[in-house]
């Protein structure tokens, strides 16, 4: 008996943590559970295409136009009578409209998964993003989100019921990223194996240079950080990986703060663990943010965090415990969480170590998948609800139980 057939549709299969999850997903869950197609509204990259390990996925591309685009719907219900799977899964604002879509072309169970916003969509609060995932609310069986924060929003802002919601952290791969062996720390950068209090201190940071990570707070409090450090313009250093819109400001930002030579931007990288092996402290000043993979890789690497206090974030760093939260934009608060981090690198370690057994304890791969399978194994196991009008909330007509 051939296994179900699920339809991913993301807008781009392309480096980012959505993009991450759903590769780490496919490629751990049983192959005889559940058959995979990506589909992809603009396209993907080639490259990132090699970290799919099951050579018998389908990834398309519908190609579809910026701006309204009808005929990408029709390119995509035609797709999706051709597959006819049991399941679809949209993830984002991107996507969630084509819930309707998968409707018309008869798919029996749809999920839509909500992982977080971006600059245009602070807190998710964008009015017109808002009525349009309102409408849509109706073709949705059941909601994923990433975080608590998320589902608190969808019931309070969206008008989803409890019931519709489930709640699942992303999983990190705790065996690729792993703190940097004591006989490497020395060329890694790592505290493990070295005189931390006499050492140099690198910050660094993984994420797409748009606005929405904010890169600009981490360099002024790196400016501020490193002329009160004794020693700072030596004894202190800044990673910065990944690309996007904002790379040339930044760049410029660090020439006119005087940081240029402290500061270090590596573009994108493929080799994310051994980018992590290299710091001594990781920091992710989002305004915004759903469950932030990178905030478990770097745990899982054995670092301390330091995360603004915005979406998910509270919910992975356990504040004087895994690592320090602050207010988001606050350029002070942040540049005095790193000066501690500098001046205490027994508390470096400390939160380190926390933060790695937190991660291998409650964020495995293996509990990811196993949720997800919950998740399509009820859809399947019922029958599909009446779809009521597009206007009405009825939450509980909407539901399977």
């Not at 970290?51 to 797709?79: C, F, H, M, N």
């Not at 690198?202 to 994420?207: E, I, L, P, Q």
Request: net charge positive; proline share 6%; aromatic share 6%.
């Amino acid at each position: 008996m051939t296994s179900p057939l699920i339809a991913h549709i993301i807008y781009r299969l392309d480096v980012g943590g959505l993009e991450n999850g759903l590769v780490n997903l496919i490629n751990r869950m049983p192959p005889d559970r559940y058959r995979h197609t990506i589909i992809c509204l603009a396209g993907f990259d080639q490259s990132f295409l090699s970290r799919i390990r099951r050579p018998e996925i389908e990834v398309i591309s519908i190609d579809k136009r910026p701006g309204k685009d009808l005929l990408a719907y029709a390119r995509l219900w035609r797709t999706l009578r051709r597959l006819q799977p049991q399941i679809v899964h949209t993830r984002n604002i991107g996507t969630v409209d084509l819930q309707w879509v998968a409707l018309a072309a008869g798919v029996p169970r749809r999920v839509h998964g909500e992982h977080g916003w971006d600059a245009a969509d602070p807190a998710g609060q964008n009015l017109h993003n808002l009525r349009i995932r309102r409408a849509c609310r109706p073709a949705i069986h059941r909601y994923l989100v990433m975080s608590r924060d998320i589902a608190t929003w969808l019931e309070r802002d969206v008008g989803v019921a409890a019931t519709r919601i489930r709640q699942v952290y992303s999983g990190v791969d705790s065996e690729r990223f792993q703190p940097a062996a004591p006989d490497s720390a020395a060329t890694t950068g790592g505290c493990q194996g070295r005189d931390a209090s006499s050492s140099p201190v690198t910050f660094g940071t993984v994420g797409r240079l748009d606005a929405v990570k904010n890169h600009a707070v981490l360099l002024r409090a790196f400016r501020a950080i490193r002329d009160r450090v004794p020693g700072g313009g030596e004894r202190l250093r800044l990673i910065i990986a990944g690309d996007g819109p904002l790379r040339s400001d930044l760049e410029s930002l660090a020439a006119d703060l005087g940081v240029a030579r402290q500061v270090e931007f590596v573009g994108v990288r493929n080799d994310v663990p051994q980018v992590m092996r290299a710091l001594d402290v990781f920091v992710l000043p989002s305004v915004n943010e759903g469950i932030s993979n990178t905030i478990l890789e770097a745990m899982a690497t054995g670092l301390p965090v330091i995360a603004s206090r915005v979406g998910g974030n509270p919910e992975l760093v356990t504040d004087g415990c895994t690592g320090l939260t602050f207010t988001p934009n606050s350029v002070g608060e942040l540049e005095e969480l790193m000066r501690r981090y500098v001046e205490q690198p027994d508390m470096r370690r400390v939160h380190g170590q926390a933060g790695r057994a937190r991660v291998v304890r409650e964020f495995s791969l293996e509990s990811m998948v196993s949720a997800y399978l919950d998740l399509y194994d009820e859809l399947l196991s019922v029958s599909p609800p009446p779809v009521p009008a597009p206007g009405g909330r009825s939450p509980g007509s909407a539901r399977i139980s």
